[in-house]
């Protein structure tokens, strides 16, 4: 029996060539968990206008690390639309561009992680009120509605894994496809911490060309999806103000002090009034 070569097993998506890009709602609110580890607690996000329910499988909710996959299908989706290519909700990639990509290294335990991160990405169950291309959800909804690891023989009966192949989800599919509302990542996000990323992505999704975001640290950490406490959050944003390492943006804590009152953390200790301000970097001339 003739034998198939190896390289057309699988029929692949082109390699990602062009700029990694994302969704401006997965940008703009808390989507995912803070978290390297697995987080196995609900997340849950609210104002007058969004709202915004997470779920997590058995190995916990999907993590701002595991949206990196999500973010490398939504620019394979985005690149194939620029071509005016035919987009279907399936994706086949290899895990070598990915990883090359996000610049993981490629050692077995990034081929465990990638494993781990789609059950996460399949098994988190999202409900929001955020409609997408035109239509709304009422009920919850994977980013994954099916994920794979596809797998070749070797020639001494060993497995080898020759591709990736995902669905996007109804909801993060119409949203690419017909609201446009997608936006380009710097290169330098995948080197960043989890708060780094969404300070990041606050500030890209909302600072339009010459624009700053002034809010208050108490929303601001809403938004980002800090679980912990505001004090240890406000320690976090003093260190990531004084580093100054968000790519295209600057951050600026203005912190007033005010008298103390019952709701003080400690008696006799005044309580800092905390506003948050983002602004663009300018462009150096030359």
């Known amino acids: 029996m003739k034998q198939t070569p190896q390289g057309e097993l699988f029929l692949l998506d082109s390699p990602l060539t062009g700029e990694v ?31 915004i329910e997470v779920r997590p499988s058995a190995k916990g909710v999907a993590t701002i690390y595991d949206k990196e996959i999500v973010l490398y299908i939504a620019s394979l989706m985005a690149s194939k639309m620029e071509d005016r290519d035919e987009v279907a909700q399936d994706f086949v990639f290899t895990a070598h561009d990915l990883f090359s990509v996000t610049g993981s290294n490629h050692s077995s335990r990034s081929y465990d992680r990638l494993a781990d991160a789609l059950e996460r990405l399949q098994g988190t169950q999202i409900k929001t009120n955020i409609e997408a ?27 080898r894994l020759k591709a990736v192949k995902v669905r996007l989800c109804d909801w993060l599919f119409r949203a690419i496809l ?61 260190a990531i103000a004084k580093a100054d390492t968000i790519p295209e943006y ?20 005044k309580a800092k009034n905390t506003k948050v301000v983002i602004t663009r970097r300018q462009k150096k001339l030359g």
């Open 178 to 238: 017909h609201d446009r509302q997608v936006l380009n990542y710097a290169t330098a996000y995948f080197q960043l911490g989890p708060i780094e990323r969404r300070i990041y992505e606050v500030a890209r999704s909302t600072c339009a060309e010459g624009q700053s975001l002034e809010i208050d640290l108490a929303t601001f950490r809403l938004q980002i999806g800090y679980q912990n406490q505001l004090a240890n959050f406000r320690s976090a944003l003093r």
């Open 133 to 159: 291309g035109g239509e709304g959800v009422d009920g919850f909804f994977s980013w994954l509605s099916e994920a794979q690891l596809k797998y070749a023989k070797t020639s001494k009966g060993e497995r």
């Open 21 to 51: 890009r994302g969704e401006r709602s997965l940008m703009a609110f808390p989507f995912f968990a803070l978290s390297k580890n697995a987080w196995m607690k609900p997340l849950a996000y609210g104002t007058p206008s969004v709202s």
């Open 250 to 269: 600057q951050l600026h804590l203005i912190e007033d002090e005010v008298e103390p009152d019952d709701a003080a953390p400690k008696a006799g200790r």
